[in-house]
Nanobody
Framework: QVQFVEFGGGLVQSGGSLRLSCVAS????????IGWFRQAPGKARVRISC????????YYADSVKGRFTISRDNAGSTVYLQMDSLKPEDTANYYC????????????????????WGQGTQVTVSS
């Protein structure tokens, strides 16, 4: 079965940190740009970060720039999202997905351009 499995979420106080992991199953991670997305209750799913297939370029939404860091370990079929200085507005379900068309992180892309969605991992930041 081709999918991602995300884990590492949890409950953390404002200002704290979490490290999310996204493990690929059933396909080779190496060929694809990978995006991290989040969806808060009642809101649309949005892309917050992306890393190119080689790992040499990244993208961050303004809302997380300077606080979140994306990285990847292709040999381990895993993409990470280090989240520091967390805020209550970061509370959401976090997902990763693959861009099956591009190796680089295209600009202006949304969830419809990505595939192989997992179930997500919940992050809750208390004030």
């Amino acid at each position: 079965q081709v999918q991602f499995v995300e884990f590492g979420g949890g409950l953390v106080q404002s200002g704290g940190s979490l490290r999310l992991s996204c493990v690929a199953s059933g396909f080779f991670l190496d060929y694809y740009a990978i995006g991290w997305f989040r969806q808060a209750p009642g809101k649309a799913r949005v892309r917050i970060s992306c890393i190119s297939s080689s790992g040499d370029s990244t993208y961050y939404a303004d809302s997380v720039k300077g606080r979140f860091t994306i990285s990847r370990d292709n040999a381990g079929s895993t993409v990470y999202l280090q989240m520091d200085s967390l805020k209550p507005e970061d509370t959401a379900n976090y997902y990763c997905a693959a861009d099956l068309v591009r190796r680089a992180c295209g600009s202006g892309l949304g969830p419809s351009q990505y595939d192989y969605w997992g179930q997500g991992t919940q992050v809750t930041v208390s004030s």
